[in-house]
């Protein structure tokens, strides 16, 4: 869903944070930092169904890390 030369405005069904909608990369890490971080809270975080997409991506790059 990202391109690197579209401006992304936050859209809290869709980013973590304000600063994951700054660009692809900040994105992801803030995804795998909530992903460890708040690892009792994820489905209050990971709520809707774009950040479900994410949190299944990050779940499944587990196994190859």
Do not use: G
Request: a negative charge.
């Amino acid at each position: 869903d990202h391109d690197e030369n579209v401006e992304w405005e936050y859209d809290p069904d869709i980013f973590v944070s304000e600063y994951a909608a700054t660009n692809p990369a900040e994105d992801f890490a803030e995804c795998f930092k909530y992903f460890v971080q708040y690892d009792r809270n994820k489905s209050r975080i990971f709520n809707t169904p774009k950040k479900i997409l994410k949190w299944k991506f990050i779940n499944d790059l587990r196994k190859y890390i």
